[in-house]
């Protein structure tokens, strides 16, 4: 049979092999990418460890993890060249673990130097982020949301530590935090699955908190308390 009449045009798989073969090309050097983001992740967080055995050592491990990530920005400007206009959500399962992690990181060290929320558009002005989809490679609402999900866990951890260390004051002032973050948090209606998932884990480290506060207050080693403590309600 001649090419003429052949019923396929293989021309059109040849076609199709160009495409695959450069999608590939595009999400391995995503991945590389993305690894360099995760090993400046890895090294924050090694940093921030010591926040756990030695209270001493905060300010300088929150100087040393800030430097870490501010190294992103770098990365993330990368990324942004690599993903055409448009494409953003195509690959974004890529970097999405990676990038709450640096949210939650963030968070905990703005939270330990100043003890307040970091806001979304700190957060992006960090990672060198746009904040509007529109604008291009952007630092989603989400993502944000799930990584400031992961700060309650590492602050009910560092709540009792805290009190071992002898500090007795610091587990009430993250139990007011965390009070207020459950507070706003219940003031969103939720749809995304994974987000209101770890949603509904907050509530087991308000309750950790809270009886890290009640054993404190109970022992009588808290000096800054203005009334009798309350003991926790179990969690439903």
């Not at 993502?143 to 999900?149: E, S, T």
């Not at 109970?218 to 309600?233: A, F, H, N």
Request: glycine letters at 6%; one cysteine or more; proline letters at 2%.
């Amino acid at each position: 049979m001649s090419q003429a009449n052949k019923f396929v045009n293989m021309d059109i798989f040849s076609n199709y092999q160009k495409y695959i073969d450069n999608e590939q090309e595009v999400r391995e050097n995503i991945r590389l990418v993305v690894r360099e983001i995760e090993q400046l992740a890895k090294d924050a967080t090694i940093r921030l460890q010591i926040i756990h055995s030695d209270l001493a050592q905060i300010s300088s491990a929150c100087g040393l993890a800030r430097k870490q990530i501010e190294a992103c920005a770098e990365k993330y400007e990368k990324l942004s060249a690599l993903v055409r206009p448009g494409q953003y959500y195509r690959y974004s399962d890529h970097w999405t673990y990676i990038t709450q992690r640096l949210i939650f990181l963030i968070a905990l060290v703005v939270y330990l130097e100043a003890g307040f929320l970091v806001t979304r558009e700190t957060v992006a002005e960090m990672l060198g982020l746009k904040t509007n989809q529109v604008d291009g490679f952007h630092l989603d609402i989400e993502d944000y949301l799930l990584g400031i999900l992961l700060l309650a866990s590492e602050l009910s951890r560092f709540a009792t530590n805290s009190v071992t260390m002898g500090d007795y004051e610091r587990p009430l002032n993250i139990s007011h935090f965390i009070g207020d973050l459950n507070t706003g948090f219940r003031l969103l209606n939720l749809k995304n699955d994974g987000l209101r998932k770890r949603f509904d884990a907050l509530k087991y480290d308000v309750k950790k908190i809270e009886e890290v506060v009640y054993d404190v207050s109970i022992r009588g080693l808290s000096t800054g308390k203005d009334k009798e403590p309350v003991e926790p309600e179990p969690v439903e």
